[in-house]
């Protein structure tokens, strides 16, 4: 599969440079960061965060990455796809203080994701998995500050969701970022991995009851 390769070009406006110290990361520079953790990449769920992920650079080279396991795996085998694909999607974050650029990921993300299930599965599509990747990725990305904890348009702090297979239902569990983050070793790709044995992550904000991978988009 070829690598996403939009516009090399770091700058989009320099008010926006001055204002929120917009600069994205070269496409050289982002693949230079994940072949430092190949194996996570080929990780299905294997979580990656992005605190200031603009309108998605970063975020879609990992989905590709990943999207490139999938398919070795899976393209045979529409359910299992369908499973582990909300698994993909579900390992992936990210934060971004202007509201475009959110919009933008989320587009962008969902728009490749979609692709290629439609390539693997022709016409045979099952809309309901559809609906619930969007809602993934609508949960996923986030319209807030990254320094402070809190989405942009609100005082609330930021909620994360983790989502997990349990008994080949989707298991979903939701986490204050702020929480998250004091307990998470960020050394580690992983957003809810542990800073040692010795420390759990922090309870759930809220757990939800099992469901089916394509009825995600019916939760709450």
Known sequence: MSRNSKSNENIKNKD???????????????????????NETQRLDSRFLEPACGDGNFLINVLERKLDVLIKKYSQ???EFEKYGILLVGSIYGIDILKDNVLKAR???IDKFVQVYKKCFKKNLNRDFIES??????????????????YVDSDKPLVFSEWSIFKNKIKRRDFVFSELFIYSDFN???LFSQVSEDVEIPPPLKTFPLVNFDKIYETC
């Open 16 to 38: 926006r440079v001055l204002n929120f110290g917009e600069v994205n990361t070269s496409l050289r520079e982002i693949n230079e960061m994940l072949d430092l953790v190949k």
């Open 77 to 79: 085998n529409k359910y």
């Open 107 to 109: 587009e962008r993300l």
């Open 133 to 150: 990747v969007k809602f993934i990725v609508q949960k996923n990305i986030l319209y807030g500050d990254a320094i402070n904890f809190q």
């Open 188 to 190: 580690e790709p992983n």
